[in-house]
């Protein structure tokens, strides 16, 4: 009796797990995720998308996680071949009726000074703080490296800032 009782549970779970998202106003913060690191990167990326389901813009100025020092928010685009990353110091504005997709290759989230290795299976907590909205408590899930298509360059490869 217990096995199928086991199973229903793990079968719950997944699902919640898969459609983890965030509310803050009329702001909606789906699935945030990040990537394995190798045990000596000092450095990880998160993403995200959101939703702005309201009438005024919402500006993404920030934010942390407790696996790092530093929160940054990035874009990256490729000149000549070569990644360029740098850095978006007023932040990320998401229009009324707009949708932001922070991913690998262009904007996203970068965490410096990471305090041990960003492990699969292992979600962290995370805040991300917007003008509007204020301060809203999320969770990182981490895939594995490779588990989602690759643009055409990761954020983080062949890298010149």
């Given at each position: 009796m217990r096995l199928?009782?086991?199973?229903v549970m793990a079968i719950a779970l997944a699902g919640a797990a898969?459609?983890?998202?965030?509310k803050a106003g009329d702001l909606v913060i789906d699935h945030p995720w990040s990537r394995t690191t190798p045990p000596v990167a000092k450095t990880g990326a998160g993403y995200v998308t959101i939703t702005n389901n309201g009438t005024e813009s919402d500006t993404l100025v920030g934010g942390s996680a407790e696996i790092s020092g530093g929160f940054e928010l990035h874009t990256s685009e490729i000149v000549d071949g070569v990644a360029k990353m740098r850095p978006l110091t007023e932040g990320v504005t998401i229009a009324p009726g707009e949708t932001m997709t922070l991913e690998p290759g262009g904007t996203?989230?970068?965490l410096t000074g990471l305090?041990?290795?960003?492990?699969?299976s292992e979600p962290f907590a995370g805040t991300l703080v917007f003008e509007q909205a204020g301060e809203v408590p999320i969770k990182f899930v981490?895939?594995?490296?490779?588990?989602r298509p690759?643009?055409?360059a990761d954020a983080h490869e062949g890298l010149q800032q």
């Open positions: 199928p009782i086991a199973i898969a459609a983890h998202d965030f996203h989230i970068m305090k041990g290795p960003i492990r699969e981490v895939e594995g490296f490779g588990s690759e643009p055409e």
